[in-house]
């Protein structure tokens, strides 16, 4: 049980999230209106899932410096919920999008840079199947987790930076700090980011030791 | 030390080249009847493309190009001979060199596309040097990109498949900023409108060659 506490702690964060989240009073704006309630949930899972690939290149960093069955394990799983997020964040941000823009996809460098991350990552998968031999697949696909890893760096944070974009933060757009003069936002939103990132360790947690247990259950077998 | 070894495997490299003829003279062709395929099915006399189109169409190629020519710079390499330079030389110097040759290559393949290409299509291009920068900075980017890449699809069993599906995402951000680049000098633009590009560019190739000499020690091994 006290190993469990942030489990628990996710438990609350997220109901705490999802009650107040569409309950609480949120500020009246012009376009945005209730939608920026869509803030608690579409930009969490992004940076949620930064943090989650960014697990998984640790985790293939470590993979190749002191190989384990464990690291590769982990790596895989987190790169998975990495993607999970990133669809989740994708369909949201689209719900979004046809709300505040008028278009679920309005060619803008945010999604575009969105939709070629997510490809970086499926490449990911597979070049994953198609090795049969454990450890040369765990240690090339550690390779290119990083290598990928290096080149999505550019495409989130420089290169929309560099363009006009409608999203905020970007090309002149103000950034969400513009909106939330009250704090009101920050105090669901900060939970919020937490709370969903600790969801995806815990499914990478949960994935990662069923699937040492299959590996055990095929070594005995 | 180096540096020694890295100028012998180019020198290697080139050499194979010189002798076989087999990746240049391929490519060649591939360029030059791409181009000409893009001519017929568009159907139209010179000068008819609009500016973006023309500019897109130009990348495009030479990206199909690129990732023909560099996919085969691991997978003609016998077992015997990796087995060889595994024993003499480091893998830095190997992926060094490989970068070094392909950029070449590419470069040459890259000039030659730019004739043929506007020779047939027209060439509405107002600042050529500019042009031919962007140019140079494409093949550099792309040869240090695929190059590893191909390194780590020449593992897998469906390599030719792979070294698409693995090159394209990560050569976007790239291809995006040359297609710019390559525009402003298409419209002949002030110079200083493209700096943000170069410097964005050069920053993308530092960081992929830096990746790429770190990781492929541990790719080499297997």
Redesign the interface.
Known sequence: MKKNWWKILTVLLLVFTVAVGMLSDVPRLAILNETIRNLYFHVPMWFGMILILLVSVVYSIKYLRKPSIKNDIIAHEAAKVGILFGVLGIVTGMEWAKFTWGEYWSNDPKQNGAAIGLLIYFAYLVLRSSFAEQQQRARISAVYNIFAFAALIPLLFILPRLTDSLHPGNGGNPGFNAYDLDSSLRLVFYPAVLGWTLLGVWIINVKSRLELLRQRIYENV | MLFKEVIYLMQKDFLLEWRQKYAFNGMLLYVSSTVFVCYLSFGLRSNALQVPVWNALFWIILLFTSVNAIAKSFMQENRGRLLYFYSIVSPQGIILAKILYNACLMLVLALICFVFYAFVLGNPVEDIPMFLLSILLGAIGFAT?LT??SG?AS????SST?MA??S???I??ML??LIKMSKNAMDGLERAASL??LL?LL??NM??VT??YI?FP??W??
């Open positions: 990109s590893m890449i780590i593992k897998a069993a469906n792979l599906v693995l394209f995402p990560v976007v951000p995006l900023m943000d590009e964005t920053a993308i960081i992929v990746v790429s990781l541990y790719l091994r297997s």
